[in-house]
């Protein structure tokens, strides 16, 4: 196969470090090459945060470049549109519908875009994802993000059971049933 | 993580020199950081001592390798120190290591450049991590061009497989040439994951002690002697480095050549799969006649390396004229497949414009102890020098508090030297700030010399008891080790008072009067004042707010005052009012201290 580029957007602090890594284990256990890329450090303080995915038969680069993204994971809106161009022409968008401004917004330097979904819909394929909402309802709003890694998966590949298992074995031992019921709920959605 | 078997791994030292006893190979593939991957090499090669200061992107490579018995890992105050660390752990005869980012390799600088003098017993790696692009740091300075000036050999893998093994291979060739070597990572390569295939560790007994002040005590006449030493020895692996395997020729379309190292390489593969590539991986000294041979077959040669033009320069300075770099390429920034694309192959590699969207910069959490603080000094109006952490972040709108920021522990002696410039009277509306583990780093020389020097300077120590932008390491003054052992705690305030000052006050962060009341008081004093404001870091493990902060929308006035400080916790809603997100806030209380009609309540959080 192809190399696969997957894309993982959100704001510091939302989680996009361990979602990357279960797609990570995922590839290994496909016994596919893999490579991933993640920001550390300054960025990660509630600034944008963008973490690459790549998997294959044989992986060079390990970053996903504009023009290049067959998936593209938003965590909140506005991200989903700053990297809205890294998307192939038949690339999809699975965007988490929230909304987390920026400080510049806060402070009235700048102003949140209106219509994002509107505008993503227009440009690429694009799934709507009301992961918060579905986070809540299991009592767990922090698990929002591996919901909407649910309803990425049939975007990405692999099977239902496998994401299961590299869930079980990749996210902290205590919070693996409230992970894989996250999971699901996303992936029914 | 595995462990060896020491019994059947020991290894006996005959004659001076190391044997290898090869243990069972075992094969087991992991999915590793660059930096956990570096972390496994040193370990794999038997490495004793670990020393490092934590800054981005090199932090990983510790507190992978502290994981592992077999090793003593520690966080030294800063990167002299650590470098110093591994020197005399090389001396007494075992495998050491130090980690840095690049500018931490300055800090570093004074016993790296001798130490290339003296060589090493036990094999010596300096791993520099470079962070082209900048995404956690001051500068962009390329870690290649200090080992040149060190005379320090340089091996630059390009993913994790190779970080691991070109780490061992530093341990030996680090033995067979006498030399410390470096290690050089970006922060592509540290913060990438890829496949690694684990082996066992190869315990060795340390080499045999034999006094040898020629070779070790660095006073004129004998230095004078190990530098030719170290100019022969460079000769001579530049030399050999025409027959590293890790220098690899791969000929393929002989009309297009590239002469690259590190990442980069995974572009070249990436983009021009097809074209002949000789990739690097010593990157000092280089291999002449390899180089040579390469360029007189390729019909049009690049040389694709991020940053400086270290390669380039010298293959341009013996004749190879047709070498084209930095007129296409540039010195800023990190490379990318697209710029091969677009450059080499004139493709147009965009196919949407990028939307247009408000910049999302990095921001201090929501109950930040910085924040609270920022918020007394800007009402104040009181400037501030500033260091490195992330309470640099305090320059920008809307705390706007940061003055300048230039390196570590930099803060306490720019507040001296601007003092010194215009006088007391200059410097009333100025105070430096910077953190407890900065401050531990080099900060404490600075205040040495205000004392010394006879200073009116109010010094502020942002003690959130912890390393913070790194992520959480520890340091002298929080009590635990790398290791995790507990230690007794440097005190800060004992130690400010130790040096003579006088006026040492500790004051909670988040107590906004008697911070207004202690910088109002201590920036007309006479004399040096220390001020440490004090709380934990939101994100330390262990720390809980049991509050949530709450709006009581009937009350408030939309005067915006909470809003002031940045807070992303807080938003407008459509009338004006003020909503608090209740995932993002922490209960810190700043906004309701500073909310003038009661609006803002913490309230008992049912936390999840």
């Known amino acids: ?189 | 993580m595995r462990k060896s078997n020491k019994n059947q791994q020991k290894i006996r030292e005959q004659s001076g020199t190391y044997a290898l006893q090869g243990g069972e190979n075992v094969s087991e593939k992991k999915i590793l950081l660059g930096n956990e991957a570096i972390a496994r090499g040193a370990y794999e090669a038997g490495v004793k001592v670990s020393a490092a200061y934590p800054g981005t992107p090199s932090t990983e490579i510790s507190e992978s390798i502290a994981k592992y018995d077999e090793v003593y890992a520690e966080w030294s105050p800063n990167e002299k120190v650590a470098a110093e660390v591994a020197i005399g752990a090389s001396i007494a005869g075992v495998r050491s290591m130090c980690s840095m980012k690049h500018v931490g390799v300055n800090v570093a600088s004074d016993p790296l450049f001798t130490a290339a003098y003296t060589g090493v017993s036990g094999g010596m790696v300096i791993v520099a991590a470079d962070d082209p692009g900048m995404y956690s740091s001051q500068n962009e300075q390329d870690s290649r061009m200090v080992a040149r000036a060190a005379m320090i050999p340089v091996l630059e893998p390009s993913d994790s497989a190779e970080a691991k093994e070109f780490t061992k291979l530093a341990f030996d060739l680090s033995e067979k040439y006498d030399t410390p070597i470096m290690v050089r990572s970006t922060t592509r390569l540290s913060h990438s994951q890829g496949i690694v295939e684990l082996e066992e560790r190869t315990e060795r007994e340390p080499v045999a002690y034999e006094r040898n002040i020629a070779k070790y005590v660095m006073m004129p006449a004998n230095a004078i002697k190990r530098h030719i030493a170290v100019e022969e020895r460079m000769k001579k692996m530049g030399e050999d480095a025409c027959g590293m395997s890790v220098n690899r020729v791969e000929y393929r379309d002989l009309s297009v050549g590239f002469i690259t190292s590190g990442i980069p390489y995974q572009y070249v593969r990436e983009v021009m799969p097809e074209a002949s590539v000789l990739k690097l991986g010593l990157v000092h000294p280089l291999p002449r006649k390899l180089i040579e041979e390469f360029a007189a077959r390729v019909d049009t040669l690049y040389i694709f390396e991020e940053l400086e033009p270290v390669i380039e320069e010298q293959v341009k300075s013996w004749g190879i004229l047709k070498a084209v770099g930095k007129e296409l390429f540039t010195v800023q920034g990190e490379y990318s497949a697209n710029m091969l694309r677009e450059r080499v192959l004139g493709q147009k590699c965009q196919v949407m414009p990028q939307a247009q969207v408000p910049a999302r910069p990095p921001i201090l959490c929501p109950g930040c102890p910085h924040r609270s603080v920022y918020s007394v000094l800007n009402r104040l109006k009181i400037h501030a020098a500033g260091d490195i952490g992330c309470y640099t972040l305090g320059a920008v709108a809307p705390l706007s508090v940061v003055d300048s920021t230039i390196c570590m522990g930099s803060s306490i002696s720019t507040l001296h030297g601007m003092e010194k410039a215009r006088g007391k009277e200059y410097i009333r509306n100025w105070v430096a700030v910077i953190g407890d583990s900065t401050f531990m780093h080099t900060g404490i020389n600075s205040l040495m010399n205000m004392v010394y020097n006879q200073s009116a300077g109010t010094v502020v120590i942002l003690d959130n008891s912890t390393t913070g932008m790194t992520g959480h390491q520890d340091h002298a003054a929080t009590g635990k080790t790398l290791k995790g052992e507990v230690v007794p705690a440097i005190n800060i305030a004992g130690l400010c008072r130790s040096l003579g000052i006088e006026h040492v006050y500790e004051i909670s962060a988040f107590d906004l009067d008697g911070l207004a009341e202690a910088f109002r008081r201590e920036t007309k004093r006479d004399a040096v004042s220390v001020i440490i404001t004090k709380a934990p870091c939101v994100l330390l493990k262990g720390v809980t707010f049991p509050d949530k902060c709450v709006p009581v929308q009937e009350k408030c006035r939309k005067c915006g005052a909470c809003l002031r400080p940045g807070c992303p916790a807080l938003t407008k809603n459509e009338d004006g009012t003020v909503a608090i997100d209740e995932t993002m806030c922490n209960g810190c209380g700043l906004c309701e201290k500073l909310c003038k009609f009661g609006a803002i309540e913490t309230r008992k959080a049912d936390r999840t």
């Open chain 1, 1 to 189: 196969m192809s190399v696969k580029n997957i894309m993982i957007v959100g704001v510091g602090g939302q989680g996009t470090l361990l979602t990357s890594r279960i797609l990570g284990n995922l590839a290994v256990r496909g016994g596919y090459d893999v490579k991933l890329s993640e920001v550390h450090g300054m960025a990660q303080r509630g600034g944008s945060v963008v973490t690459f995915v790549r998997y294959g038969e044989q992986v060079a680069e390990p970053i996903v470049e504009a023009g290049q993204a067959d998936v593209l994971i938003a965590f909140e809106r506005l991200e989903a549109l700053r990297y809205l161009h890294f998307l192939k022409e038949d690339g999809v968008v699975i965007v988490n519908d929230w909304r987390i401004d920026p400080i510049t917004v806060v402070t009235g330097a700048a102003a949140y875009p209106e219509g994002v979904l509107d505008t993503l819909c227009a440009a690429r394929k694009t799934i709507v994802v009301e992961a918060m909402k579905t986070a809540k309802e299991l009592g767990v709003p922090k698990s929002f993000n591996v919901v909407v890694l649910g309803a990425a998966a049939r975007y990405v590949g692999f099977g239902r059971e496998d994401w299961l298992k590299v869930i079980e074995e990749t996210v902290p031992p205590k919070t693996v049933e409230v992970n894989l019921k996250a999971f699901e709920a996303g992936y029914l959605l």
